[in-house]
């Protein structure tokens, strides 16, 4: 936000809507849990996570920081609620452990490699808008392939 003339004080209000919406969302999105399949939040929550990549590049008032915010607070309150239903919706509760421990160690590898591409994207193009529009093609494309998953009952039901 600093590269998009933003000063670090006035960043630092997008928090406000990223905390009170993440936890709506994910009271919210844990009802929807019991409605409707995991794959259509999750889905849901990748489209918000490439919108909120692409408003990253475009914040520079106070109200796309805070529908940068918003959207992130909403990605947030999502996966949170919706990660472990999926977990146990899709590959079931006999290795439950097992599958969410090694997540959790590709998780914490891409949190520790992530940053390297993006202090790359800035000291070759003097900002992160770039390496955020391509950022985003990710959780975009990785959502539109979810939206085609099938669920369990239906893979056992061609079966």
Known sequence: MEHNGRRR????????PIAGVAAVSNLGSGMLLDRVQPRMLLCGGLFLLAGALLTATRVTSPHTAWTYGVMLGLMQGMQGAVGGGAWAYYFGRANHGAMRGFASTVMVAGSALGPLPFAWGVERFGTYAPLLTVAALLPACVAIRGLFVRSPSEVAAKA
Do not use: E, L
């Open 9 to 16: 004080a006035a960043a630092a209000t997008v928090f406000i």
